[in-house]
């Protein structure tokens, strides 16, 4: 079994996997700073509480966008895993190539949503992360990371809209029975979800327009990645746990491969 872990922004998500099936899932909020201990007391209870005792991992793979956890957390997965953690950035094998301008400037989570909507649904493939951004990435049919967009996510624009406006209470995050809104709560729910939706079809007709791809596979992931995907036609799949599943094989092509192997490495 391997654990993998994504530290996003807001949350840190968990997975167990043995071999190719997800075993367990659970979540932690992003916080700083935390100790080692803390990290590693926190983890060994999650999966205690899946019934999964922290000795039995075999491996650890971590994708962060959070510099300023990793020490500690890396020194917890050491100390309370017995593992030794991969972390996704320079030197780690990923089989795309990735041909942007500035490559090292590419999130870790963005690299393993694109590794996994490439081997599980092939290129060309627009991927879509409703995170704390938004996030557009393609990936053409011959594994390059070609081009991203990053747009700020639904929870920025309504703390934006609740923090900036006096009159504006902090909402739940959900579509409204119609966008024809009568008081406030609904009036900031129509912008926020249809102001989304709005955004997210456009986006994904000008990446069409402007490559061509007429036939491009869009799939989606995030945590209101469904909630968009509900109300579209214009996204194709949506996967709740497609960084997971990247990380997964990231960390199997840095098993396997040779230890003289530089190709498709992250620069």
Known sequence: MILVIDVGNTNMTLGVYQGEELKATFRLTTETPRTSDEYGILITQLLQNNGIRAMELEGSIVASVVPDVMHALMGALIRYTGTRPMNVGPGIRTGLSITTENPRAIGADRIVDAVAAYEKYGGP??????????????????????????????????????????????????????????ETITSMQAGLVYGQIGQTEYIIRKVK??????????????????????????????????????????????????????????P
């Open 125 to 182: 493939v627009l991927v879509l992360d409703f995170g704390t951004a938004t996030t557009y990435d393609l990936i053409t049919e011959s594994g390059e990371f070609a081009a991203g967009i990053t747009a700020p996510g639904i929870r920025i624009s309504a703390e934006a809209l609740w923090t900036k406006a006096a009159k504006l209470p902090n909402i739940e995050i959900r579509k409204p029975k119609s966008i024809l809104a009568q």
């Open 209 to 266: 327009e402007e490559t061509g791809l007429r036939d491009l596979k869009v799939v989606a992931t995030g945590g209101l990645g469904r909630l968009i995907y509900e109300e579209t036609k214009a996204i194709d799949v949506y996967d709740s746990f497609l960084t997971l599943e990247g990380l997964r094989i990231i960390y199997s092509k840095n098993k396997k491969a040779p230890h003289n192997s530089k190709s498709a490495e992250l």
